[in-house]
């Protein structure tokens, strides 16, 4: 038998590219020392 498991993360509405802007270290995150890589990959073009 078959077990799934789902899981889905949702932030507040209008949170999206402030995630997007930690995760390629943008803005106020542009500071931090812990990025090892960034790529474009499947972020969307804000």
Same mark, same amino acid.
């Given at each position: 038998? !078959?077990? =799934?498991?789902?899981?889905?993360?949702?932030?507040?509405?209008? /949170?999206?590219?402030?995630? !997007?802007? =930690?995760?390629?270290?943008?803005?106020?995150?542009?500071?931090? /020392?812990?990025?090892?890589?960034?790529?474009?990959?499947?972020?969307?073009?804000?």
């Amino acid at each position: 038998m !078959a077990t =799934y498991h789902l899981s889905v993360k949702f932030g507040g509405k209008g /949170q999206a590219a402030n995630h !997007a802007d =930690y995760i390629e270290r943008k803005e106020k995150y542009r500071d931090r /020392q812990d990025l090892e890589y960034s790529a474009h990959g499947n972020m969307p073009e804000w």
